[in-house]
């Protein structure tokens, strides 16, 4: 992973601001620095502003205000084509007329390379994403997952030392979209590219990244590393759209340091971490994960709290149990636990207590 210590960001967005009718903005004061070599995912909703953001970075889109520089320099007045930089995008974009090797040759003819070192960079890319064989075949003769590496040697043939992705792997099959975020990640990291990379898959995102930069209404909600995201949302957007979270609705009764109780509605009171809450009686929504929740009471620490709970459904997922309950006015409290052993099997209707600690649940904005 790039040095994110590092002063040199390659990649800037200074205070870019963008609106198509001169009224609204689809992206607000983005600032965002990136350095050499980082896999970078933008992450969020439809309509959120982490396409246009690409779309600016790769030209096809003018910032109405702000700046974007690459490698210390501003790009907004240079075209597309002299910016230098790898595109991937949902439908492939492939010439259809053209054989695999042409496709990947025309970039490299675009920038007037002679035809040996042509011959050599595209027979290079094509055996990095183990299509060697396919150079005198036509788009149309291959399949969806075949045209997606195709589309990948592409954006790489040229040696680009930026790759932007769009929803790149979107058509394919689970299976074998699976497969291709592996082989995205490792030629990245292996050639040191960096690469930004625009999904509403949040599962994507989570395994891609080094860092992850999730939008919401034209704004980095938060931006950090796959793991921090998860498990230290910064406010209830970030905690609802990363993962399964459940939420209970309640009041600020007091704050202490990094402690806080919470009045639930249903008149329970529970400790949390305070996040995005500032003062004694704010609403709060306080965020648990579903693994975090234990049923097991010999497992539960002598902090954790305890709440009554009733069994609504049971799903059997083979590696997991998962359950809905009713807990404290929620009846889609979801936990998941681990298909052991040891594991309890609850049927629908039962009541039981359930538990977790103090530090795993955390009161957000409300």
């Keep these: 992973m790039a040095d994110l210590g ?66 210390g320099k501003p790009i907004n007045n240079i075209p597309p084509h002299k910016r230098g930089i790898g595109m991937v995008f949902q439908n492939y974009a492939l010439f259809p007329h053209m054989t695999v090797a042409e496709n990947l040759s025309f970039p490299l003819e675009v920038r007037k390379m002679d035809k040996s070192t042509r011959e050599e960079k595209v027979k290079r890319a094509l055996d990095m994403v183990q299509m060697g064989a396919f150079g005198n ?38 299976q074998l979209r699976e497969h291709m975020q592996f082989e995205i990640t490792r030629l990245a990291h292996e050639l040191g590219i960096t690469t930004v990379y625009v999904t509403h898959d949040q599962t994507e995102a989570l395994t891609m990244s080094d860092r992850v930069a999730v939008f919401d209404d034209g704004r980095i909600q938060q931006l950090a590393p796959p793991d921090q995201l998860y498990e230290e949302p910064e406010n209830s957007f970030v905690a609802q759209f990363i993962g399964e979270n459940n939420t209970l609705e309640g009041t600020v009764k007091s704050i202490q340091g990094d402690q806080c109780l919470v009045v ?76 052991a052993p040891d594991a309890l099997r609850l049927s629908a209707g039962q009541e039981i207590e359930i538990g977790w600690l103090p530090a795993d649940c955390r009161a957000l904005d409300a």
């Design 6 to 71: 590092d002063n040199q960001s390659f990649v800037k967005f200074d205070r870019v601001q963008k609106s198509y009718d001169g009224e609204t903005l689809v992206v607000k004061d983005l600032n965002l620095e990136m350095p050499k070599g980082e896999f970078l995912t933008m992450l969020g909703p439809s309509g959120s502003g982490k396409t246009t953001c690409l779309m600016m970075l790769a030209g096809f889109e003018t910032a109405t205000h702000g700046e974007i520089l690459l490698d």
């Design 137 to 174: 075949r036509r788009p149309a003769q291959l399949s969806g997952g075949q045209q997606q590496r195709i589309a990948l040697a592409r954006a790489l043939v040229f040696q680009p030392e930026l790759v932007l992705m769009d929803e790149p792997l979107g058509a394919l099959d689970k």
């Design 264 to 339: 639930l509605d249903d008149g329970e009171e529970i400790d949390a971490r305070p996040v995005n809450i500032s003062n004694v009686g704010d609403r709060t929504r306080v965020s648990i994960r579903p693994e975090r929740v234990e049923f097991n009471k010999a497992r539960l620490h002598a902090d954790a709290h305890t709440l009554k709970a009733k069994v609504q459904e049971f799903i059997y997922m083979g590696d997991i149990f998962r359950y809905r309950l009713s807990v404290a006015g929620n009846d889609d409290f979801i936990v998941k636990t681990r298909n």
